[in-house]
């Protein structure tokens, strides 16, 4: 999995697995695009409006949680 975010566009990217095949987009709301392999499974996932989406209250930063070790680790979303 690959998680990406361009602060110029405020787009984040959620990659699953890698490009195989065709990918169709599935609109499901003006922030959230579905991308689809042929097979039907999820490619990826795109948040338009990122920032907001993925806020943690007054942080300016994503909390990304490895649920089956407990392991967890902060990612900035700030312009460096």
């Known amino acids: ?3 990406s975010y361009d602060s110029r566009q405020n787009i984040a990217y959620i990659q699953f697995q890698s490009k195989s095949s065709e990918i169709e987009s599935v609109k499901i709301s003006d922030e959230l695009i579905v991308d689809l ?3 039907g499974t999820v490619y990826g996932i795109e948040l338009l409006n990122a920032k907001e989406q993925l806020e943690r ?3 300016d930063s994503v909390l990304i949680v490895n649920e089956a070790t407990g392991k ?3 990612v900035s979303l700030s312009v460096s």
Do not use: L, S
């Open 1 to 3: 999995m690959k998680f």
């Open 37 to 39: 392999a042929t097979d």
């Open 57 to 59: 209250g007054e942080k």
């Open 72 to 74: 967890e680790v902060e």
